[in-house]
């Protein structure tokens, strides 16, 4: 429950206002996978950001061994760059999953 408000809140206070200001909002995820059932986890979280439109466009698997807190960040950098479409993006917003919007 605690996930689907924090997720929420980013979705009705960031996400969607860009939307209706007429931007198109990629949602890139890098998360540590779940002890029991990571991807069942990952598909309800990635459902928290899809709610009425497909938002989520790449999600990688961040391995725990060796990882700091910047690891994720750097893995989601590196899979925007490498996905980065023709036109560009305007802006992008980087924030952690268990922040409040």
Aim: one cysteine or more.
């Amino acid at each position: 429950r605690i996930q689907r408000a924090i997720s929420a809140s980013h979705v009705d206070y960031i996400i969607a206002p860009l939307e209706a200001a007429g931007f198109r909002v990629d949602v890139f995820f890098a998360t540590y996978p779940c002890a029991t059932d990571g991807e069942a986890q990952l598909e309800r979280l990635k459902g928290f950001y899809n709610r009425n439109r497909t938002r989520v466009v790449h999600v990688d698997r961040v391995p725990r061994p060796g990882a700091t807190q910047a690891t994720p960040a750097n893995i989601a950098m590196k899979s925007l760059r490498r996905m980065w479409p023709k036109e560009g993006y305007r802006s992008v917003l980087v924030w952690r999953f268990d922040l409040v919007a």
